[in-house]
T-cell receptor, first 111, second 115 residues
Framework: KQEVTQIPAALSVPEGENLVLNCSFT??????LQWFRQDPGKGLTSLLL?????REQTSGRLNASLDKSSGRSTLYIAASQPGDSATYLC??????????FGKGTKLTVNP | KAGVTQTPRYLIKTRGQQVTLSCSPI?????VSWYQQTPGQGLQFLFE???????NKGNFPGRFSGRQFSNSRSEMNVSTLELGDSALYLC??????????????FGQGTRLTVV
């Protein structure tokens, strides 16, 4: 069964800290992996898309890596800010338009 | 370029009623997918439409249905509402024409509350 797991479920850090969010998936034959941000009661904002042939993608203070062989992706956030507080979701596509989501990591950045 | 638009943003319905939600994808996108988000189950795939055809369907009862129009706008319908249908319903669009490696863009969602 194709599943996506995100650990930890919640994370609290002081402002300015660099942090890593983890995502693992069960089947390495992925098409792509996408990281999203969700603010309370809102929709999903796409942060980064990594194709199966790529090892990492960067956007501003965000860097996402992909290791298909180990079934893992990480989202690195540099110099965290209170505005980064949100739930971060990892989603994997395995050959159809369907995305399979993890349960998310709720991040709180304390001023 | 306008994003994905979902209407209405909020709905309150009574058990047994039916409801229709609407999604307008990003201009030029022909793939529209629907997801249900609940605190317990997280985000679960409902169905995907591409060029007015349903391409994939998730594990939901037949009370959940959808359709896509020639302008790519999509609607989903839930009949005989149950309390457990209370959720945030999210729509995603993508430019599926070129390749499977496409980025999905989500709308703000419709918050459905069944009382």
């Amino acid at each position: 069964k194709q599943e996506v797991t995100q650990i930890p479920a919640a994370l609290s850090v002081p402002e300015g800290e660099n942090l890593v969010l983890n995502c693992s998936f069960t089947d390495s034959a992925i098409y792509n992996l996408q990281w999203f941000r969700q603010d309370p009661g809102k929709g999903l904002t796409s942060l980064l898309l990594i194709q199966s042939s790529q090892r990492e993608q960067t956007s501003g203070r965000l860097n996402a890596s992909l290791d298909k062989s180990s079934g893992r992706s990480t989202l690195y956030i540099a110099a965290s800010q209170p505005g980064d507080s949100a739930t971060y979701l990892c989603a994997v596509r395995w050959g159809s338009e369907k995305l399979v989501f993890g349960k998310g990591t709720k991040l709180t950045v304390n001023p | 370029k306008a994003g994905v638009t979902q209407t209405p943003r909020y709905l309150i319905k009574t058990r047994g009623q039916q409801v229709t939600l609407s999604c307008s994808p990003i201009s030029g996108h022909r793939s529209v997918s629907w997801y249900q988000q609940t605190p317990g189950q997280g985000l679960q795939f409902l169905f995907e439409y591409f060029s007015e055809t349903q391409r994939n369907k998730g594990n939901f009862p037949g009370r959940f249905s959808g359709r896509q129009f020639s302008n790519s706008r999509s609607e989903m319908n839930v009949s005989t509402l149950e309390l457990g249908d209370s959720a945030l319903y999210l729509c995603a669009s993508s430019d599926r024409d070129r390749t499977m490696n496409t980025e999905a863009f989500f709308g703000q969602g419709t918050r459905l509350t069944v009382v």
